[in-house]
């Protein structure tokens, strides 16, 4: 008797949010080195919460964005309420789903499409046991049930695969796929730009020690405290400067407390386009996320791909696998202002320091590219496919 073995070309789709700037890289490479056909649903093609432009001409991948209704929640989640989904699956029949996220009608109707086909089905994300901004018990339970009833599970890093372990997920189902920026982009710029370095300073105005936040402005970010530990630095420490990249909603309160407070040097620069940031990253001397909940904070792979010592909180999932407290930053209590001063105080106090910490986040940084993301997502793909 022959065996028959099946050449036939398998079929994935992905489910996530937005046509996120950071994923499109990481998404062309999957469509270029999978061996298995890659199609990409987005819920949205932006959210108006937030301001990223949508490189839509940099998309190398089969992707469609569905139709559908979106709006804010109480807590600052955009929730989407899409059409169609279930008809694209059913059509395109695919053998496996993977789902980014859990808080999306979307991402119930994908899970339910796969289980009653007996399909292969995967949740992938940065979610920790830390972010503070859904607790509710319910939503839990139903997170259990969704990882009891799948294939597999891609965390962000070690703090994800730890949450997808609390919920239930085996060891053996659990493959980490290292959370990426746009590594090539920013390193290249790094190297273009650091011979410019004090050109763009001086151009920008800012003093000699320099210390950077990009993020939102939003109240799980942290920055009330960053504030306090750069009010009582200023006092001791002669020209230094924060800049602080983005908007939200409590902008003006932040505003009012540098006014309220004289603090000198607090540059409020807005929200920066993934093109115009390296001049504030070759511009900056320290980076800082001050998070109270953060899945991840992408803005730590960037800041070290230009060689900057980071600060971060023990909030963040980043922290758990790219800053190693004391080698290349300093990893603080969330919403503890006195820690935050100290370690910003070490680093300005020490430029030495500052050098040597910049040039070991180089170092880290190099191996999470969306190269190894994509590597690290189809392997997992497979051995799913494979069980």
Not at 108 to 113: D, H, K, R, V
């Amino acid at each position: 008797m022959t065996l028959l073995i099946s050449t036939k070309r398998r079929k994935v789709a992905l489910i996530t949010n937005i046509i996120a700037p950071y994923r499109i890289p990481a998404f062309n490479k999957v469509s270029e080195l999978a061996p298995f056909d890659f199609d990409v649903y987005f819920m949205a093609e932006n959210e108006s919460n937030r301001e990223w432009k949508v490189y839509k001409e940099k998309i190398r991948f089969n992707y469609k964005v569905l139709k559908g209704l979106h709006f804010v929640s109480k807590n600052e989640r955009m929730i989407h309420i899409n059409f169609g989904l279930t008809y694209y699956l059913t059509k395109k029949n695919y053998d496996l789903i993977a789902i980014g996220g859990w808080n999306q009608p979307c991402s119930y109707e994908a899970f339910l499409w796969a289980k009653l086909r007996r399909k292969k089905v995967l949740f992938f994300g940065e979610s920790t046991l830390r972010d503070k901004r859904a607790d509710n018990s319910i939503y839990e339970k139903i997170k259990q049930f969704l990882v009891k009833h799948s294939d597999g599970f891609i965390p962000a890093g070690n703090a994800a695969k730890e949450y997808y372990k609390y919920l239930g997920a085996p060891d053996e189902k659990i493959f980490i796929a290292p959370f990426c920026a746009d590594h090539h982009f920013f390193y290249n710029e790094y190297l273009r730009l650091k011979p410019l370095r004090e050109e763009i300073k001086k151009k920008k105005g800012y003093q000699a020690i320099t210390i950077l936040y990009s993020g939102r402005f939003v109240w799980y970010k942290g920055i009330p405290y960053l504030l306090e530990a750069y009010n009582r630095l200023q006092k001791e420490i002669d020209d230094i400067a924060l800049i602080l990249l983005g908007d939200g909603p409590e902008k003006k309160k932040y505003e009012d407390y540098v006014k309220n407070n004289n603090l000198k040097n607090v540059f409020f620069e807005g929200f920066i386009q993934q093109e115009s940031l390296p001049e504030y990253y070759i511009a900056s001397d320290i980076f800082v996320l001050p998070s109270l909940s953060e899945t991840w904070g992408l803005v730590i792979n960037e800041a070290m791909a230009f060689g900057l010592p980071v600060i971060s909180t023990d909030a963040a999932g980043a922290s758990y696998d790219l800053v190693k407290n004391g080698i290349n930053g300093f990893v603080v209590k969330a919403g503890d202002s006195k820690e935050l001063y100290t370690a910003l105080k070490i680093l300005c106090e020490n430029p030495d320091l500052r050098i040597r910490m910049g040039e070991n986040s180089l170092g880290i940084i190099k191996e999470y590219t969306p190269e190894n993301w994509a590597k690290k997502f189809i392997f997992a793909i497979n051995k799913i496919l494979e069980n």
